[in-house]
């Protein structure tokens, strides 16, 4: 076994949060090595156990990892920290990565210079709380679901099952995950609009 | 564009943490093209995917791992040329994908891609009749499970009952149709569970275009020309 297992923590508040989309920005900037050393050390360890989720096997895992790194650091002048905080946008690199690696394809995504695109005209009262700040308050109401609705919750990003193989998978009936989610769903944003 | 018509939070859910078809992924990402309202959700969920990998219990890398990286990209920042970067978020283009649509405005480009490179508009789609009054083009996925389709359906003519099993969504680029569940118009999505009933019907002069996806193989079993009954008096 060439990975133990530790458990850390995530941004427990918006400050450290905001930590990891300054060091993205300061490797766009600047090539920041230090910075990228951070940024490492914090999400190489998590990329690797969500490939390993996918993929089942810690070579594979540990090599998906480092390139979902080294993507970090080239594409570092597309991430926009007013849009996405850091680990939002570094689980959309992992998850495009694991669908270009494990299913052969690109994620299908809209084309935000698309002449077809229809923007938003009537944006939400904007922003009271920055991308940070919102991706911490995610990550504390998830904390606070039922286990059972966390569980849920983390088997639908976390493994390549569809609802019906969490509900075999868990043993449960299909109509119990559904609702479960429903649950978890509507109380993340019921708590987000408390804690907003 | 009104949109009344979302795919269901489940749905969008599963686009986000990118484990449905390639067909589903096509349609959603499609509408999300033309729908503020679903992205704002999809970035949602993509920031509980985030949440997720913030809790996850970590792995070890392997011992130097950060100095192999380092070093590759050592290699490469020598060799940069900044004029090749790509575009910032704002105006950006999936690495490795060429557009070919720019020229056709009201087809979304994830659509666009899996047409071929002489089809301008949906007008010009080689369209084959599946019976009276319906024609349909299918559309090459890499992969295999799920399947999408364009069909277009000619005024007052129902979709023909294609008795599926699983998911299956629909989405409007044309015309308008009606069904049980209420009226749909460009740009809406009919997001329907398994075993769900419905029989749309093309319900105004004009004809109607949709793009129809599912996770299980359509079953055409049910494309009997006595299902296709023209449906007058709307
Ligand atoms: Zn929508």
Not at chain 1, 133 to 156: R, Y
Request: with cysteine.
């Amino acid at each position: 076994m060439s990975g133990t297992v530790t458990k850390r923590p995530g941004p427990a508040d918006p400050a450290e949060a905001k930590k990891c989309a300054d060091w993205i920005v300061s490797v766009a900037a600047i090539r920041d090595r230090e910075a990228f050393a951070c940024l490492f050390a914090h999400f190489a360890p998590r990329v690797k156990a969500y490939m390993f989720r996918f993929g089942g096997n810690s070579e594979t895992a540990e090599e998906l990892a480092q390139e979902a790194m080294m993507q970090v650091w080239r594409k570092a002048h597309l991430f926009d920290p007013s849009k996405a905080a850091a680990s939002t946008w570094i689980f959309t690199i992992a998850r495009n990565l694991r669908i270009d690696r494990f299913r052969q394809r690109k994620h299908i995504e809209v084309d935000d210079s698309d002449t077809a695109l229809i923007v938003d005209t009537d944006p939400l009262a904007d922003e009271v709380v920055s991308r940070d700040e919102h991706a911490v308050l995610v990550k504390a109401a998830m904390e606070e679901l039922p286990t059972d609705q966390k569980i849920v919750v983390e088997l639908s990003f976390f493994e390549d099952c569809s609802h019906s193989e969490i509900a075999e998978r868990l043993d449960i009936p299909l109509g119990t995950v559904k609702s479960r989610l429903r649950l978890a769903l509507g109380k993340m944003r019921g708590g987000l609009e408390d804690l907003a | 564009m009104n949109i009344k018509h979302h795919p269901t939070d489940q749905t969008l859910m599963d686009y986000a943490s990118g484990t449905m078809s390639q067909a589903m992924e096509l349609l959603v990402a499609t509408h999300m093209t033309v729908c503020p309202h679903c992205r704002d959700k999809v970035a949602e969920f993509e920031t509980m995917g985030g949440a997720v990998l913030e809790n996850v219990t970590r792995m070890e890398m392997a011992d130097h791992s950060l100095d192999h990286v380092m070093a590759m990209l050592e290699r490469e920042t020598a060799n940069e040329n900044p004029a090749v970067q790509e575009l910032p978020m704002t105006r950006r283009i999936a690495v490795g994908e060429s557009i070919t649509g720019s020229a056709m405005p009201s087809i979304p480009t994830p659509l666009v891609k899996f047409l071929p490179d002489n089809v301008l508009s949906l007008e010009d789609v080689p369209w084959k009749t599946l019976a009276p009054g319906v024609k349909h083009f299918q559309l090459k996925s890499v992969e295999s499970k799920g399947t999408v389709r364009l069909m277009k359906i000619a005024p007052g003519v129902s979709i023909p009952d294609h008795g599926h099993h699983g998911h299956e969504m629909t989405l409007l680029l044309k015309g308008s149709y009606i069904d049980d569940i209420g009226r749909f118009r460009a740009g809406d999505v009919a997001d329907l569970d398994d075993d769900v009933d419905h029989q749309p019907i093309a319900d105004t002069a004009e004809e109607c275009i949709c793009l129809i996806a599912t996770d299980a193989p359509m079953k055409f079993s049910g494309f009997l020309p006595k299902l296709l009954q023209p449906f007058f008096g709307i």
